[in-house]
């Protein structure tokens, strides 16, 4: 028997409790569900593949733990999309199949949940909580109304560009966490409807979307970039500088923070050209505000010193130079990870009683799980070798490309794997092949790794792609399932747009692209 009165009401018209059950069922994440479990199953169950050979004729062999990973990657990422369960629950799955399955022992694969990183954003998220229980978000939204007028079109841009333009200075994660409140300030002073808008979809899509291109124009903007840098320097012997990345990264990111306003313009036009009166309304609701108090200062000064020793932190090696003293106080300084760092600013939250208890429990946990899942299996398939051997298997399908075929080959790569895992991951494992194919068809080592580096930091499908995708979930304007639809044009457009820098832009500015015949 059930005490629900609904599905009471629904035994009655259709004569019975299953009945009742079955047209409360949401068909698509059903047929989702199992086509989750079935691709798990047929992959887990096949016979052994293949080795993948790398150039060097260095075999491969892809592992029954490694097959296995790939059957779980393919699990969650059909969960993920089609939200077949709540996506932090697919998460825990994650871990679970792991133990259940012998692919990882369970410890291993959920001691990734805890991962400094996963604690790098639930820092993030605890900034975002505080700007807006000061007042520090309102504060900013109605500033920024008075700045861009009424029209909805400039509300999208003027949103936009000051996301892009935090992520030069400061973490995207932290950018998202920091931006979002002001977002739902925004949104609440053009509708009061809860269900989702077109303005809101757009809004907060379009936010987690520029997050990613201006994150790629500095080295402050993510941690993939020092890490990549230094990848690049050990394998090619070539050192990029800051500001040589933000050289041939700027234009990119700028160029794309452009496109998305325009294409999410289109995509999710607002219901409304403008919002009559917002702007005066914004004036008299800051007048309102008052002068800053005492918690605001507080927390502008405690966010503003992590974002600079962060900033310092991200530019470590040209501070220390080539032969650091790892005695020094400084090098042990500057060697604190960034998550211990962003953490004190929790805890100084609520030793001042800025936060209190009810507050941590609104943290949004369901996104801490999908991170703590996406590292998860990221993880997995590092471990397991199965990331190398797909990274293998996909880039020698075009060693005997045409060049541009062949950077493209990997930016797409890349591209796709940084939806699913890490995105200081999926470079890692496709920058070793792609660098020592690259000879052969006389491509230089520069284009490959700012190839890279750009679709690493865009990616627009999964809401597990990156933290700023996640948290815009948050909004509950659209589903994993619309995020992944949009996210499709997203991802070409941006495919255009390297290939547009790749050929044109690029060269131009001076980037070698291809080295002279036998340069190999």
């Known amino acids: 028997m059930t005490s629900n009165p609904e599905v009471k009401r629904e035994s009655k018209k259709s004569g019975g409790f299953f009945g009742a059950v079955m047209k409360q069922i949401n068909w698509t994440k059903f047929g989702a569900g199992v086509a989750g479990v079935l691709l798990f199953l047929i992959i887990y169950l096949a016979p052994p593949f293949s080795d993948a050979v790398d150039p060097k004729g260095v075999h491969f062999a892809l592992s029954p733990q490694a097959k296995a990973a790939i059957a779980l990657f393919l699990f969650a990422a059909t969960w993920w999309v089609f939200e077949v369960v709540p996506i932090g629950v697919t998460s825990i799955l994650i871990g679970a199949i792991q133990g259940l399955f012998f692919i990882r022992e369970s410890k291993v694969g959920y001691k990734d949940f805890f991962d400094p990183s996963v604690w790098f954003i639930l820092a993030s998220l605890v900034i975002g909580m505080v700007f807006t229980k000061t007042g520090l978000t309102r504060r900013l939204a109605y500033k920024m109304i008075g700045l861009v007028g009424e029209k909805t079109s400039m509300i999208y841009l003027g949103c936009f560009a000051m996301t892009a333009g935090l992520t030069l200075v400061m973490a995207h994660t932290a950018v998202a966490a920091t931006i979002f409140p002001l977002l739902t300030a925004i949104y609440a002073l053009y509708t009061d409807e809860e269900a989702p808008t077109k303005f809101g979809k757009g809004l907060f899509i379009g936010m987690s979307f520029v997050a990613g291109a201006g994150s790629i124009i500095t080295l402050l903007g993510a941690a993939r970039g020092a890490v990549a840098v230094g990848f690049f320097k050990e394998i090619v012997g070539k050192e990029i500088t800051f500001f040589g990345l933000s050289y041939y990264m700027a234009p990119v990111g700028i ?24 702007k005066e309304k914004s004036k008299e609701l800051y007048a309102k505000l008052g002068p ?143 660098l020592v194919i690259a000879p052969y068809l006389n491509v230089a080592p520069e284009v490959i790794l700012f190839s890279s580096l750009v679709t690493a930091g865009m990616p627009f499908l999964t809401l597990v792609g990156a933290a700023p995708n996640a948290i815009a979930y948050e909004s509950k304007q659209f589903s994993p399932g619309e995020y992944f639809v949009v996210g499709i044009p997203a991802s070409i457009i941006l495919m255009v747009v390297l290939g547009i820098f790749i050929l044109v832009v690029w060269p131009i500015m001076g980037m070698p692209i291809t080295l002279p015949a036998g340069g190999g």
């Open 292 to 434: 800053m108090t005492g918690a605001e200062i507080f927390t502008l000064v405690m966010v503003l010193s992590v974002i600079v020793f962060l900033g310092i932190k991200s530019v470590k090696s040209q501070i220390l130079g080539p032969t650091p003293d790892e005695d020094s106080a400084l090098f042990k300084l500057l060697s604190i990870d960034k998550s211990s760092i962003i953490l004190l600013t929790t805890a100084a939250f609520f030793t001042f009683r800025i936060l209190t208890l009810d507050d941590l429990e609104k943290i949004p946990w369901n996104i801490i799980l999908l991170f703590g899942g996406a590292m998860s299996i990221g993880f997995c398939l590092w471990e397991t070798g199965a990331a190398q051997w797909l990274a293998i298997k996909w880039l020698l399908m075009f060693q005997n490309a045409h060049w541009f075929v062949f950077i493209m080959s990997i930016a797409f790569f890349v591209l796709i794997m940084t939806n699913f895992i890490m995105n200081v991951a999926a470079i890692a494992i496709s920058l070793p092949v792609a």
């Open 255 to 278: 160029a794309m923070t452009a496109v998305l306003w325009l294409f999410l313009l289109i995509y999710y036009k607002p219901e409304k050209k403008t919002i009559p009166g917002l």
